[in-house]
């Protein structure tokens, strides 16, 4: 597509439901990212994907986080048995890893989550 | 290791202004440094990038920023704000520009343009 999708736009869940945000990268793109916003903490890096494969999954916070991508593209972050402290913007980034590749991402709009 | 320090998370300014914002880094390795805006409820758009060509970058919205290896600053700036300027900027380090280039944030700093 144009842009990175992301859905749904927002969501309210219960605590201790499970939910699952989408990402869909621009086309061609094959470096895909996650990132959390927290108000006031800035950008937290999550997970990154090249290809289907994620070599950096250093920034989940804790097991109730996961993540995948099939087809080289779209990419599903879910997160198990939610909590209050899992309130956020989830936003998806994504960029080019070949044909003048300077390290730009490009990011989606982001899922907010609200834990109630 | 990288990181970035953004010098205010909050600034204000009157319309027609001088604009600067605050941006430090740390890295090991050469830099790559990106300059985001963020405008409410909206995803992040690149303002402007260093990558190792020349120092003074200019980017999108009359926005431009300065490499300065001495100094591990980054700072951008605008002459004169508008009100659109409003949003929120986040300074980001890459750590490199090759096989992974994730970023590294900021935490922000939030801009208020007074009429």
């Known amino acids: 597509g144009a842009g990175v999708s992301q859905s749904p736009s927002n969501k309210v869940t219960e605590k201790g439901k499970d939910v699952e945000l989408r990402c869909d990268p621009i086309?061609?793109?094959?470096?895909l990212y996650w990132y959390r916003q927290s108000l006031g903490q800035g950008l937290e890096f999550l997970i990154y994907?090249?290809?289907?494969?994620?070599?950096?999954k250093s920034g989940l916070p804790s097991d109730r986080f996961s993540a995948e991508r099939t087809g080289g593209s779209v990419s599903t972050l879910t997160i198990q048995r939610t909590q209050q402290e899992d309130s956020a913007v989830y936003l998806c980034?994504?960029?080019?890893?070949?044909?003048?590749?300077?390290?730009?991402?490009?990011f989606g709009e982001g899922s907010r989550l609200t834990v109630l | 290791a990288q990181s970035v320090t953004q010098l205010g998370s909050h600034v204000s300014v009157s319309e027609g202004a001088l604009v600067l914002l605050r941006c430090n880094y740390s890295?090991?390795?050469?830099?790559?440094l990106f300059w985001y805006v963020q405008y409410p409820n909206q995803g992040l758009q690149l303002l402007l990038k260093?990558?190792?060509?020349?120092?003074l970058v200019k980017g999108i919205n009359g926005f431009e920023a300065e490499f300065k290896k001495s100094e591990t600053s980054f700072h951008l700036t605008k002459p004169s704000a508008h009100m659109s300027d409003a949003a929120e900027y986040f300074c980001?380090?890459?750590?490199?520009?090759?096989?992974?280039?994730?970023?590294?944030f900021g935490k922000g700093t939030k801009l208020s343009v007074k009429p």
């Open positions: 994907f090249q290809g289907n494969s994620a070599p950096d």
């Open positions: 980001a380090v890459s750590f490199y520009g090759g096989s992974q280039g994730n970023l590294i």
């Open positions: 260093y990558t190792s060509a020349a120092t």
């Open positions: 980034a994504s960029r080019r890893t070949s044909g003048g590749n300077t390290g730009e991402l490009f």
């Open positions: 890295s090991s390795v050469p830099p790559y």
């Open positions: 086309s061609g793109h094959t470096a």
